[in-house]
Antibody
Framework: QLQLQESGPGLVKPSETLSLTCTVS??????????WGWIRQPPGKGLEWIGSIYYSGSTYYNPSLKSRVTISVDTSKNQFSLKLSSVTAADTAVYYC??????????????WGQGTLVTVSS | EIVLTQSPATLSLSPGERATLSCRAS??????LAWYQQKPGQAPRLLIY???NRATGIPARFSGSGSGTDFTLTISSLEPEDFAVYYC???????????FGPGTKVDIK
């Protein structure tokens, strides 16, 4: 059974870079047809897609965050990572990683990691 | 940018009742629509993909329908574990951007 687990600091200072890693177990990150995505959810609010990456390194980013986001993949470790620069309090959220199925018929996210809360505060 | 609108914002029902949730897109998304369930403190769980296909392990009481701009998630008979927030999600063709609706909360009446 595929499982994803986010890891990284729970507290980041304003203007610094948020860095998270998602470790995939129970399956290979190099599987075809799958991208791997990051989604976030501010406390009490809705979901926002951040970006997705293919095992080859091809990426899609949310245009609203593109200038600050970098997503990378390490197939040898079965991990992919998120970096979000110049963070502010508005970036405080639960960050989820998820497998991103991308077919000609549609895209969806399944399964999801449990999520990790990142707070931006001095 | 395609915007998703979900209605109602809150749906108050009793166990055993039928729930009908709506998701409307600001322009056609064909059948590129998914539905998720989220319970407090948990990650979202995929229910429906491609507008009408149930994900693996999802009970038959959950069904999705629609295409173009109007979509519906129906829960035929609410079980106690179904009280949660439900989100729809779409894909825009180019550039590929994935957006979620604001959610519908189904709570116990």
């Amino acid at each position: 059974q595929l499982q994803l687990q986010e890891s990284g600091p729970g507290l980041v200072k304003p203007s610094e870079t948020l860095s998270l890693t998602c470790t995939v177990s129970g399956g290979s990150i190099s599987s075809s047809s799958y991208y791997w995505g990051w989604i976030r959810q501010p406390p009490g609010k809705g979901l926002e897609w951040i970006g997705s990456i293919y095992y080859s390194g091809s990426t899609y980013y949310n245009p609203s965050l593109k200038s600050r986001v970098t997503i990378s993949v390490d197939t040898s470790k079965n991990q992919f990572s998120l970096k979000l620069s110049s963070v502010t309090a508005a970036d405080t959220a639960v960050y989820y990683c998820a497998r991103h199925m991308s077919l000609h018929t549609g895209d969806w996210f399944d399964p999801w990691g449990q999520g990790t809360l990142v707070t931006v505060s001095s | 940018e395609i915007v998703l609108t979900q209605s109602p914002a809150t749906l108050s029902l009793s166990p055993g009742e039928r729930a009908t949730l709506s998701c409307r897109a600001s322009q056609s998304v064909s059948s590129y629509l998914a539905w998720y369930q989220q319970k407090p403190g948990q990650a979202p769980r995929l229910l429906i993909y491609d507008a009408s296909n149930r994900a693996t392990g999802i009970p038959a009481r959950f069904s999705g329908s629609g295409s173009g701009t109007d979509f519906t998630l129906t829960i035929s008979s609410l079980e106690p574990e179904d009280f949660a927030v439900y989100y729809c999600q779409q894909r825009s063709n180019w550039p590929p951007v994935f957006t979620f609706g604001p959610g519908t909360k189904v709570d116990i009446k």
